[in-house]
C-alpha cells in the first residue's frame, strides 16, 4: 500500500502528558498538510509543510503545539502538557506540488485525552 | 468565522434519488474547490473538485454547480445508492497552502 499512513493510530493519554504522532505521506508528494477533527465537525487545518519548509500555521495552534518535517519526507505532530480539549482525530494528508491540489488523507491518528 | 458553511447537517435519501449538498464560502480568493466522503473510522477521500473558471463540473454519478457571483457551490449525487451512505465535507482553498472545509453533510441512503 502507498497510501499515507500515520502512526499510532490510536493514543490513550494522561492529561498533562506529551505525545507524537507520525505521518508517512506518498513517496515524492512535497505538500503535507495536519488536520484536526473532532466528532461531528470538518478537519480543521493546523499547519502546512512544503518539503521540510513550514509555510502555514493556523492562528489556533496553541504554543503546545509543534510540528516538524525535517528531511522533507515524513513528519511528527507534537501536544505538550495534554488537555481533555486536545482528545480528536489527527489527520494528515499530502499532495505533490504540481499537477493539481488533490489531497490524500491518511486514516488518523485517534487521540483520547483522560 | 466559520469561511465555509455546509448545509445540511444530516440528509435522508431514497435509492435511486437525488443528493444534493450545498456549500457558501466568503472568501472570493479561493480558487479551489474540493468535495470529501467520509467513512467511519477512515480519513476522507476526494470525490471531485472545481475551479472557479467553470460553473459545472462531471464525474460519474457526481456533480458540482458553482455559482460563482454567488459564492456558492453544491454537490449533487445522481441515483444515490446505499453504499454512497456517508459524511460528505466540501472545502476551499487558494494556492493550495491552506484548506478551509466545512462542518459535513451525513448521508443517508435508504434502500
Known amino acids: 500500500d502507498t497510501g499515507v499512513s500515520q502512526d499510532p493510530r490510536h493514543k490513550i493519554t494522561k492529561r498533562g502528558q506529551n505525545v507524537t504522532f507520525r505521518c508517512d505521506p506518498i513517496?515524492?508528494?512535497?505538500?503535507l498538510y495536519w488536520y484536526r477533527q473532532t466528532l461531528g465537525q470538518g478537519p480543521e487545518f493546523l499547519t502546512y509543510f512544503q518539503n521540510e519548509a513550514q509555510l502555514e500555521k493556523s492562528r489556533l495552534l496553541s504554543d503546545r503545539f509543534s510540528a516538524e518535517r525535517p528531511k522533507g519526507s515524513f513528519s511528527t505532530l507534537e501536544i505538550q502538557r495534554t488537555e481533555q480539549g486536545d482528545s480528536a482525530m489527527y489527520l494528515c494528508a499530502s499532495s505533490p506540488l504540481t499537477g493539481g491540489l488533490q489531497q490524500y488523507f491518511g486514516p488518523g491518528t485517534r487521540l483520547t485525552v483522560t | 468565522q466559520q469561511q465555509v458553511k455546509q448545509s445540511p447537517q444530516s440528509l435522508i435519501v431514497q435509492k435511486g434519488g437525488i443528493s444534493i449538498i450545498n456549500c457558501a464560502y466568503e472568501n472570493t480568493a479561493f480558487d479551489y474547490f474540493p468535495w470529501y466522503q467520509q467513512f467511519p473510522g477512515k480519513g476522507p477521500a476526494l470525490l471531485i473538485a472545481i475551479r472557479p473558471d467553470v460553473s459545472e463540473k462531471k464525474e460519474g454519478r457526481f456533480t458540482i454547480s458553482f455559482n460563482k457571483s454567488a459564492k456558492q457551490f453544491s454537490l449533487h449525487i445522481m441515483d444515490s445508492q446505499p453504499g454512497d451512505s456517508a459524511t460528505y465535507f466540501c472545502?476551499?482553498?487558494?494556492?493550495?497552502?491552506?484548506?478551509?472545509f466545512g462542518t459535513g453533510t451525513s448521508l443517508t441512503v435508504i434502500p
Open positions: 472545502a476551499a482553498s487558494w494556492t493550495g497552502n491552506q484548506f478551509y
Open positions: 513517496s515524492e508528494h512535497n505538500r
